[in-house]
């Protein structure tokens, strides 16, 4: 990847969950947009703060794609550990899939998914998209030495504040290992542009009864843009 003269594409939902890539990148230049130009070392990289949210997150995705053709997206930041996960607080996990884990409907008779509802989310010839997307093999692959655990992730508009809505959504996604508000909006514009995605989270909390003074989000930050810059490292 670094004889392409396409940058990587990187993606935080907040400014803070940035800091470590920003001071290890040299030749910054700030472009409109909110994007900010570097290098790591000969790998050129593009990087915007999107804001929180699925819809922010296409957003920027779609920016960095119309803008810079990228060889390779990768969305980080922190996010929740499921209980049965394996991680802890402080620990880095990376994402083989995302789900819109909320896009359905609610019935009298529980919860009803897209794919259940026959609601494809995106078309590419005789192949329908739902709810879930994989990422990048490849990418996953280079990012295991530098992650605690890789499995799937959900995305949410409205973050799990309880143990018995966490226990619902493991109903439905029972392997998943940490949930968030942005992955499946850049999932899906990747998939639309053809580009690989990887995705990788610092664990600032469990998904557990909500208890913000239990939350470790500097650390989480800290140790995710760590594992970043080093999984970037071996893409030169």
Known sequence: ????????????????????????LSSRTNQSGGVTLGMLGRLKVAHISSGPGMANAAYAATLL????????????????AFHDSGLCVGDVAAADSESFADMGVVTSKGFMGAREMGLSTLTRGSRKSYDTFRLDRKLLSISKTHVDAAGPFLTVST??????????????????????????GAAIVCARYAVPMLEIRGISNMVEDRNVERWEKGTAAENCASALVEILRLLQ
């Open 65 to 80: 794609m119309e803008r810079y053709s990228p060889s390779a997206l990768v969305l980080f930041g922190i996010g929740g």
């Open 1 to 24: 990847m670094s004889r392409r003269k396409a940058p990587i594409a990187l993606i935080s939902a907040v400014p803070f969950e940035a800091r470590g890539l920003i001071r290890n």
């Open 159 to 184: 973050v799990t504040g309880s143990l018995k809505e966490a226990e619902k959504l493991l109903k439905r996604y029972d392997s998943a290992i940490c949930e968030n508000m942005e992955g499946a």
